[in-house]
Antibody, heavy 112, light 107 residues
Framework: VQLVESGGGLVQPGKSLKLSCSASGFTFSSYGMHWIRQAPGKGLDWVAYISSSSGTVYADAVKGRFTISRDNAKNTLYLQLNSLKSEDTAIYYC???????WGQGVMVTVSS | DIQMTQSPSSMSASLGDRVTITCQASQDIGNNLIWFQQKPGKSPRPMIYYATNLANGVPSRFSGSRSGSDYSLTISSLESEDMADYHCLQYKQYPLTFGSGTKLEIK
């Protein structure tokens, strides 16, 4: 099993970014997936979940700004980040439904 | 939302010590709790599932227990490789919530 995130970077407040998580080694379409983030020097913060049937749940802090989605044909999980704020600065991890597998994380920095 | 109160926030212990980290849940979560270990610059690694079940490949010196709304991760005899941050996660109810983390240092 391998999860590889990409798409991070430096972005100005109010702008958008789209993260990807490429999955391999398992039947991606059969499993729900999570996004979790970790601000520099801080604890872990659950962000969003998408089920195998594409039902979604979000943390209140990102609801209405972030969108989790998946493309089963591409074995890829996404997180669209809109209206970014400085407090969204963090390492973003994708993880499997049971938190047994995690990606290496991708850094998102929101700063002017 | 379910609050997970984790303590201590940091601690220092000697090799061979018995170490216990605790998370207290603000509501009933049953045994729906995972303990993670996170080393610097690395992704979290699950150590204990369902409050008391050791994850695959985790040394037997790690154990998890529950007393009411208090959940504990215990290392029976601390080794140098156990230096890390530890986090608890409740997955009983959305939004999922983590404890604030414990930084474990070796004296």
């Amino acid at each position: 099993v391998q999860l590889v995130e990409s798409g991070g970077g430096l972005v100005q407040p109010g702008k958008s970014l789209k993260l990807s998580c490429s999955a391999s080694g398992f039947t991606f379409s059969s499993y729900g997936m999570h996004w979790i983030r970790q601000a520099p020097g801080k604890g872990l913060d659950w962000v969003a979940y998408i089920s195998s049937s594409s039902g979604t749940v979000y943390a209140d802090a990102v609801k209405g700004r972030f969108t989790i989605s998946r493309d089963n044909a591409k074995n890829t999980l996404y997180l669209q980040l809109n209206s970014l704020k400085s407090e969204d600065t963090a390492i973003y991890y994708c993880a499997g439904t049971s938190f047994d597998y995690w990606g290496q994380g991708v850094m998102v920095t929101v700063s002017s | 939302d379910i609050q997970m109160t984790q303590s201590p926030s940091s601690m220092s212990a000697s090799l061979g010590d018995r170490v216990t980290i605790t998370c207290q849940a603000s509501q009933d979560i049953g045994n729906n709790l995972i303990w993670f270990q996170q080393k610097p610059g690395k992704s979290p690694r699950p150590m204990i599932y369902y409050a008391t079940n050791l994850a695959n490949g985790v040394p037997s010196r790690f154990s998890g227990s529950r007393s009411g709304s208090d959940y504990s991760l215990t290392i029976s005899s601390l080794e140098s490789e156990d230096m890390a941050d530890y986090h608890c996660l409740q997955y009983k109810q959305y939004p999922l919530t983590f404890g604030s983390g414990t930084k474990l240092e070796i004296k």
